[in-house]
């Protein structure tokens, strides 16, 4: 059906820099909002970053001024720029979508796998 490709993660030092990158495929009809969340160990997955295909944007307070989100609504990619990365960024990134797969179906959510950002002290 749809499937959700991340790409760009691995290991960084403290204060470097990431760029994450998904991209939606398969049989997509509309998107709406896409987003990442992440998961650290020991810890439930919370919302890092969404935009809607309005360019809307909605930002985790923990990464406020340092993550930027985009997206390319022609290719159906979504980006996270991650700047002044702290070892608390530490977690699985995961690449989220609201699709509809046809003018007869809801909206239903897919993830991505998941990618390893991991903040080295």
């Known amino acids: 059906q749809v499937q959700l490709v991340e790409s760009g993660g691995g290991l960084v030092q403290t204060g470097g820099s990431l760029r994450l990158s998904c991209a939606a495929s398969?049989?997509?009809?509309?998107?709406?909002?896409m987003g990442w969340y992440r998961q650290a160990p020991g810890k439930q997955r919370e919302l890092v970053a969404v935009?809607?295909?309005?360019?809307?944007?909605n930002y985790a307070d923990s990464i406020k001024g340092r993550f930027a989100i985009s997206r390319d609504n022609d290719k159906n990619t979504v980006s996270l720029q991650m700047n002044s990365l702290k070892p608390e960024d530490t977690a699985v990134y995961y690449c989220?979508?609201?699709?509809?797969?046809?003018?007869?179906?809801?909206?239903?959510?897919?993830w991505g796998q998941g990618t390893q950002v991991t903040v080295s002290s």
């Open positions: 935009i809607s295909s309005g360019g809307t944007t």
């Open positions: 398969g049989t997509i009809f509309s998107i709406n909002t």
């Open positions: 989220n979508a609201d699709v509809r797969l046809s003018s007869l179906h809801n909206w239903r959510a897919f």
